[in-house]
């Protein structure tokens, strides 16, 4: 069974910075996709970050030049860093996986999602 779990999310002040994991259990890491995605209240789910197969990292271009994705195999573990975050980063962020497909952005392939981890960025 597939398992996400996510952690480090919390209250930030604007500028600040926070790195989020996600602890993966239940499948071969390296063979799937896993992405960052995020959804703030009253707004669709938008996707954040993406490794492909722990070969290549995606970022959409709202993603750019703040966030960094990395991923430990050895403890099937990834993380997001976020820097010079803003109010508007204020989110729910979720960790997904899928076994199939590429980076998709707006997550019709991932088909396993964690609970999920609260940011929150004060101004």
């Known amino acids: 069974e597939v398992q996400l779990v996510e952690s480090g999310g919390g209250l930030v002040q604007a500028g600040g910075s926070l790195r989020l994991s996600c602890a993966a259990s239940?499948?071969?890491?390296?063979?799937?996709?896993i992405g960052w995605f995020r959804q703030a209240p009253g707004k669709e789910r938008e996707g954040v970050s993406c490794?492909?197969?722990?070969?290549?990292?995606h970022y959409p271009n709202s993603a750019k030049g703040r966030f960094t994705m990395s991923s430990d195999n050895t403890k099937n573990t990834v993380y997001l860093q976020m820097n010079s975050l803003k109010p508007e980063d204020t989110a729910v962020y979720f960790c997904?996986?899928?076994?199939?497909?590429?980076?998709?952005?707006?997550?019709?392939?991932?088909?396993?999602w964690g609970q999920g981890t609260q940011v929150t960025v004060s101004s």
């Open positions: 997904a996986a899928a076994s199939w497909g590429l980076c998709d952005f707006s997550g019709a392939n991932f088909g396993s």
């Open positions: 239940g499948f071969t890491f390296d063979r799937y996709v």
């Open positions: 490794i492909w197969r722990s070969r290549s990292t």
